[in-house]
């Protein structure tokens, strides 16, 4: 190499237009955490129940606080989350963590369900029918919360069994879960004979 090579190469400056590997990903983390944003901001979070729980250890009780928060986009999405925390505010980021986890897709037509159902889990009992356009929605305290949540417009339910709201939650949540869609039949045409 000549000594005019060297004094070339110590002068020339990297290009300042060059971008190097780093930039494209910083551009690719930017756009991923906009659209990461933007899903987070869909769902409406509604608080069904806040408790305050103990629980008796050695030296006293230790006391916690369990939330139960409902998840609901009211486009058909919805779901259920129960944590508890040292303080509120910790037990409501972990129930919600848990329901975004745990979204169920509910069958809707016409703003309502398509079919009645009865459900039961454990001392709690749900019946739901399906109402006319305009009705709203006749639903008594917890069951109400998910229905809203899930974007059903119109419906009647009835809470049959115990008053617990956690219960009555899950028992809604998995009712919903077993909804099918109708299935439309074909009208068949009959020929006449000549």
Do not use: W
Not at 74 to 94: C, E, N, Q, R, S
Not at 141 to 163: F, M, P, Y
């Amino acid at each position: 190499m000549t000594a005019e090579e060297k004094k070339d190469k110590q002068t020339t400056k990297p290009d300042a237009s060059v971008k190097t590997v780093y930039a494209g990903k910083k551009e690719a983390r930017r756009y991923f955490d906009k659209n990461r944003d933007e899903r987070q901001e869909e769902f409406e979070q509604r608080i069904v129940d806040i408790a305050r729980v103990t629980r008796v250890m050695a030296g006293g009780k230790r006391m916690r606080f369990r939330t139960c928060i409902a998840l609901g986009n009211k486009k058909d999405k919805v779901g259920i989350g129960l944590a508890k925390g040292a303080d509120v505010t910790m037990a409501i980021t972990k129930a919600v963590n848990k329901a975004k986890k745990n979204m169920i897709n509910v069958v809707t037509v016409n703003n309502t369900i398509p079919h009645e159902i009865y459900h039961k889990l454990g001392a709690s009992k749900i019946l739901l029918k399906p109402a006319k356009k305009g009705r709203g929605v006749i639903a008594g305290g917890a069951v109400r919360i998910i229905l809203e949540l899930a974007g059903i417009k119109n419906v009647t339910s009835k809470i049959l069994g115990t008053n617990n709201k956690v219960s009555n939650v899950k028992c809604a949540i998995e009712a919903l879960e077993r909804l099918r869609k109708p299935v439309k039949k074909e009208a068949s045409h009959s020929k006449k004979k000549d």
